[in-house]
């Protein structure tokens, strides 16, 4: 049993002790606590959010996660159920610190194992493009800790990128990471062919779409591609071979060497569906023997 399970399990066992489904989730984001509540408990939930309070002493509101995230800018529905009315928070996370507004962008905290293995991957001076940047959490990890030339962050919501333009200069990487707001597809196009020697995908729903512009994004040399999709995967079947078979097909088309280096599941995103990352080697033009 997790900390969190254990956490929720306690609050209930206060609050509601007859309720049975009492995990749904809790996150912790700065000082704001994003909890799922069980049908069953709907109508105690301000009760359990303010049992919940007094046992996290950092945190000064809970709000209650409604709908999934959705939309181009993948943000869920909120509730605000205790503590002071606000969305807003700061998050700290391997030495960066990150202002979200919880109402306006997306933010996990649980892609904190995946933002410092990506960032440890990176070579000094590479150059890095970023398609889905949000508040620029993977740019900044990568910028603060890597002695990289540049990072190009790209997001669509005009809120993200207002947030991340803050946190770049909150964590002093303006020197390197370059914000541009926008459709990564047609900035890449327009303005990023052939400059990166890797490309983050951190967008499930529109990875697959946009690989070709990832893939034009990289060198002539050649590059890396971080892709993250959702496969559903049933009994017995293995999600990453799932993911990597659905990728290769796309691939295949783009008419250069490619090969598949490593695969993970990030995290469990609904019964039988999980998040997976690849971390794809495209090789050099025209070589297509790698
Ligand atoms: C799942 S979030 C990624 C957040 C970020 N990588 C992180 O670690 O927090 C996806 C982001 O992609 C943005 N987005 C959606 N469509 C886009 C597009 N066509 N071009 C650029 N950004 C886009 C959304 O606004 C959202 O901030």
Known sequence: M???????????????PGCVNRFRGLDVVGDIAVIKVPEEAEPYR???ARELLKHLPSVRVVLRQVSPTSGLYRVRGLEWLAGERRTTTVHREHGCVFKVDLAKVYFSPRLLYERLRIAKLVEPGEVVV??????????IV?????????????????????????????NKVEQVVEPILGDSKTVVESRLR?????????????????????????????GWIHYYDFVKAGKGEDPEAKAVQK??????GLNRPWS???????RTVAARTYQVVLDIRIGAHGDMKS
């Open 194 to 222: 052939g400059v990166a020697d890797r490309v983050l995908m951190p967008l499930p729903e529109l990875a697959y779409e946009y690989l070709p512009s990832a893939v034009t994004c990289l060198k002539p040399t050649g």
């Open 247 to 252: 990728v290769s097909g796309r691939l295949l």
């Open 46 to 48: 301000f009760e359990v």
């Open 130 to 139: 970023n398609m889905f940047a949000g508040v620029g959490c993977f740019s």
């Open 260 to 266: 598949i280096a490593y695969s993970r599941v990030v």
């Open 142 to 170: 990568i910028a603060r800790l890597r002695p990289v030339s540049k990072v190009y962050s790209i997001d669509v919501n005009p809120e993200a990128y207002r947030l991340m333009v803050e946190n770049i200069r909150l």
């Open 2 to 16: 997790g900390r969190r399970f254990r956490l929720m399990d306690k609050v209930y066992g206060k609050v509601l």
